[in-house]
Nanobody, 123 residues
Framework: QVQLVESGGGLVQAGCSLRLACASS????????IGWFRQAPGKEREFVSC????????DYADSVKGRFTISRDNTKNTLYLQMNSLKPEDTGVYYC????????????????WGQGTQVTVSS
């Protein structure tokens, strides 16, 4: 059973930073590509960022490029998302997810999901 647990969400003002973490129970964590997705109220879940297995290639949604940084620590089985210069439109529930694909921005490619952590950015 793959378990992913997100943490680090909260309420911040625009321009501030947050660091999300996703702790995994996967023993072979480095064989999974991991992604961050978010969902705002009334909207579909959208891709934020992902990092590939083995070589840690990264990809970002255009809306977060230059502000967010994804990283992974395979020794701790943990994924991170450093979010700087937060904007109100970054508000939503942030989910981490794992896939055996090399790298993917598509939610349907991810078979394992965490429960999510709420990020709220006030203006």
């Amino acid at each position: 059973q793959v378990q992913l647990v997100e943490s680090g969400g909260g309420l911040v003002q625009a321009g501030c930073s947050l660091r999300l973490a996703c702790a995994s129970s996967i023993r072979t964590f480095n064989t999974y590509s991991i992604g961050w997705f978010r969902q705002a109220p009334g909207k579909e879940r959208e891709f934020v960022s992902c990092i590939s297995r083995f070589d840690s290639r990264t990809d970002y949604a255009d809306s977060v490029k230059g502000r967010f940084t994804i990283s992974r620590d395979n020794t701790k089985n943990t994924l991170y998302l450093q979010m700087n210069s937060l904007k109100p439109e970054d508000t939503g529930v942030y989910y981490c997810a794992a896939t055996r694909e090399t790298i993917s921005t598509t939610p349907d490619d991810y078979g394992h999901w965490g429960q999510g952590t709420q990020v709220t950015v006030s203006s």
